[in-house]
């Protein structure tokens, strides 16, 4: 399963995760209970987080994702194998994400790729 990470249909890179590619869905609430025992839940929205990890990438993959991280890039996210559905992402990683070595390789490149839907 292929997905599209790209800021227009001019720059982006296709992405082919690993098997253990994970989808959080979040939501942001608050829940309180009074002293007779009612329950109120106010939701106030809610975010998707996809981890994805992937290796065996070229240095132009890495360049563009980890510079779109650096510059905190406002990304379009898609799945190529026929789903209309585009999320609108930006690259969270705390530290850069495409950054290891695939051994004994010098020139192929892995990581994990954190976006959230903003």
Do not use: C
Request: glycine share 6%; proline share 3%; hydrophobic share 40%.
């Amino acid at each position: 399963m292929t997905w599209r990470l790209f800021i227009d249909s001019s720059t982006g890179v296709d992405v082919d995760p690993e098997w253990d590619l994970a989808l959080e869905d979040s939501k942001i609430e608050d829940q309180h209970r009074a002293l007779d025992g009612s329950r109120y839940v106010y939701k106030w929205g809610r975010y998707r987080r996809w981890k994805v990890p992937v290796s065996f990438v070229d240095s132009s993959f890495r360049f563009h994702v980890n510079t779109w991280w650096l510059s905190n890039a406002q990304l379009l996210w898609m799945d190529n194998s026929g789903s209309t559905d585009v999320f609108s992402v930006q690259i969270v990683n705390d530290s850069i994400p495409v950054g290891g070595y695939v051994k004994p390789y010098t020139d192929l490149f892995a990581g994990v790729i954190e976006l959230e839907t903003f």
